[in-house]
């Protein structure tokens, strides 16, 4: 996730990505680094078999220079789309539902 092209870089992990980028657009943890960078675009991500390599990757890449995941997303994603910008997502009912 990231908050502008070049900007700044989060790496995480989930096992329901559409649930997480709606708790970043949301910002439910107002209080969270996402929050906080105002991180709500989902520039990169990898889909995984398992979850144990899954948080391997991400152990990895959280040690990577940031030169390299720049590298990574613009291999991808050379103008920092939001990828999730098409996806069905339902903020309304999902509000409503943290209730």
């Given at each position: 996730?990231?908050?502008?092209?070049?900007?700044v870089?989060?790496?995480?992990?989930?096992?329901?990505?559409?649930?997480?980028?709606?708790?970043?657009?949301?910002?439910?943890?107002?209080?969270?680094?996402?929050?906080?960078?105002?991180?709500?675009?989902?520039?990169y991500?990898?889909?995984?078999?398992?979850d144990?390599?899954?948080?391997?990757?991400?152990?990895?890449?959280?040690?990577?220079?940031?030169?390299?995941?720049?590298?990574?997303?613009?291999?991808?994603?050379?103008?920092?789309?939001?990828?999730?910008?098409?996806?069905?997502?339902?903020?309304?009912?999902?509000?409503?539902?943290?209730?």
């Open positions: 996730m990231s908050n502008k092209p070049q900007g870089i989060y790496v995480g992990v989930t096992n329901n990505i559409d649930e997480r980028v709606k708790e970043h657009k949301l910002k439910i943890y107002q209080e969270s680094f996402m929050a906080k960078y105002n991180c709500d675009r989902l520039v991500f990898e889909i995984f078999d398992n144990k390599e899954a948080l391997i990757r991400e152990r990895r890449m959280k040690k990577w220079k940031r030169d390299w995941k720049i590298q990574l997303i613009e291999s991808m994603n050379p103008s920092w789309m939001d990828l999730s910008i098409n996806w069905n997502l339902d903020f309304n009912n999902y509000r409503n539902e943290r209730k």
